[in-house]
């Protein structure tokens, strides 16, 4: 069979080593890709927006799987368009992807179909909004309660910002919907409650009908270890999760995903693909802080080296609609990945540079190197993004794929590189 995979991060390159396992995976074909992925695949120059070209390439080169990673071009309406031409493709089409879309029809299916959620209110101009802070922020004069302000549109993960007082959030306001620092996103903004806990990623394969979860995972979204410094795009991960035990995972299905899957489909378009729940496990149970519509990223890094069933059939059974027919098998162990990011990344940060020690670290069943932002330039391997690669090790437990993981890491350099010292410390202080 022949693959395509769009996008080229360090969620591609784990779908792609993935897909390369399958007994049914001939040739994989992925647009853009990056440096590691070109060693499995043939990367081809097309970028994850270019809907037509990607739906051509797929036509002439008679591709039987499509698999998207961005979440871009599944709210643009690529599964749609390859539909229409009858190509095979994994994911949710543009009418179910606005639970990723759209922070506002999320949070409006969620309150309609009791999906457990922070109280919300949508704002349509500036003024409503900031007549809302200021309800907020009186009632809550005592308890210091602070206000999470989400922009509505998807703005590369940097449309939710935390606000602490009044003064902040009428700030917040303005930068996104009146000077729109996320552009169009910020046309509608939602402001939220804000909860406390701890978050957990629940993914599940859906065919519409049929939810299979996969195992929990966790996110380390801030630059700087102990969660300092701003947000990123998510700088190491776990599973499974000890904050998150077989119960809650139980718990996120039956009354998060499970009825999430429920109303899409009683919508009209069935939800297929991957659905991912980012959840809040508060003193007063779950939460639901977001839905995405594709695999997390770096979540995919963890949990796909877990899977062992043939990936390929597990995507062809969710777009056949014949989930129920297949077993999904797990390892039982435990996998961490580490990001390694540029110099200044999630702000300004420069590219070109020489990634050097990739081949000391050896790619076996217990750790593997995924890239991100990389590219090869005359035989050399250069970083070329803010997340250049991340490091994937598996062990019986955390501490030993802890150990595993940075093992890895510390042959790689780059001039600039960072990553975080303490990924996986979470789950440690919790099994303590
Ligand atoms: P998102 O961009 O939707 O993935 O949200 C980014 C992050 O914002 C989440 O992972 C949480 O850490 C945080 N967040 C979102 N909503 C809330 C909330 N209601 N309370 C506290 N933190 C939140
Ligand atoms: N790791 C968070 C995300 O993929 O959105």
Redesign the pocket.
């Known amino acids: 069979m022949r693959i395509l995979v769009v996008g080229g991060g360090g969620r591609e390159h784990a779908i792609v080593w993935k897909l390369a396992q399958s007994r049914h995976a001939d040739r994989i074909y992925c647009a853009p890709g990056n440096a590691g992925i070109n060693e499995l695949a043939e990367c081809i120059n097309l970028k994850p927006n270019d809907i037509d070209g990607l739906a051509n390439f797929a036509a002439m080169q008679k591709v039987e799987l499509t698999v998207v990673g961005p979440e871009a071009p599944l709210i643009a309406g690529i599964v749609d368009r390859f539909e229409a031409r009858g190509l095979p493709i994994f994911g949710p089409a543009t009418d179910p992807s606005r639970l990723e879309g759209s922070k506002i029809f999320a949070k409006d299916l969620m309150f309609k179909y009791n999906i457990p959620t922070?109280e919300y209110w949508p704002c349509d101009t500036p003024e409503a909004a900031h007549q809302a802070v200021k309800d907020y922020f009186a009632k809550h004069k005592e308890t210091g309660e602070k206000l999470?302000v989400?922009a509505d549109g998807p703005a590369a993960?940097k449309?939710?910002i935390?606000s602490c007082c009044e003064e902040d959030a009428h700030k917040t306001v303005d930068d996104l919907m009146v000077r729109r620092i996320f552009g169009s996103a910020g046309e509608r903004i939602a402001l939220?409650?804000?909860?406390e806990g701890e978050?957990a990623s629940i993914m599940a394969f859906t065919d519409g009908e049929k939810v299979v979860p996969m195992p929990p995972s966790q996110d380390h979204?801030r630059i700087f270890d102990n969660d300092m410094g701003p947000?990123t795009g998510g700088m190491g991960a776990y599973s499974p999760v000890p904050a998150a035990p077989p119960h809650v995972v139980q718990e996120a299905m039956d009354r998060v995903i499970q009825p999430a899957v429920a109303a899409i489909r009683d919508l009209g378009i069935p939800y297929k693909g991957c659905l991912y729940a980012?959840i809040?496990i508060t003193k007063d149970g779950i939460k639901t802080?977001?839905f995405n519509s594709r695999f997390g990223d770096p979540e995919t890094q963890v949990i796909l080296p877990l899977l062992k069933t043939d990936l390929v059939e597990i995507m062809d059974a969710v777009i056949n609609c014949g989930l129920d027919s297949i077993d999904i098998e797990w390892r039982e162990e435990a996998a961490l990945t580490v990001v390694a990011s540029s110099g200044g990344y999630p702000g300004e940060y420069a590219t070109g540079k020489l990634i050097e020690g990739l081949d000391k670290t050896v790619q076996s069943e217990d750790c593997m190197v995924f890239h991100a932002g990389t590219r090869m330039q005359n035989g050399q391997i250069l970083t070329d993004g803010g997340r250049v690669l991340a490091v994937t090790g598996l062990g019986r437990d955390i501490p030993s794929a802890i150990a595993r993981a940075y093992a890895g890491m510390r042959n790689i350099h780059f001039e600039g590189m960072h990553y975080r010292q303490d990924i996986g410390k979470k789950a440690i202080k919790r099994t303590e």
Request: charged share 35%; hydrophobic share 40%; with cysteine.
């Open positions: 922070a999470v989400k993960g449309g939710v935390i939220e409650e804000c909860l978050e979204k947000n980012g809040m802080l977001e």
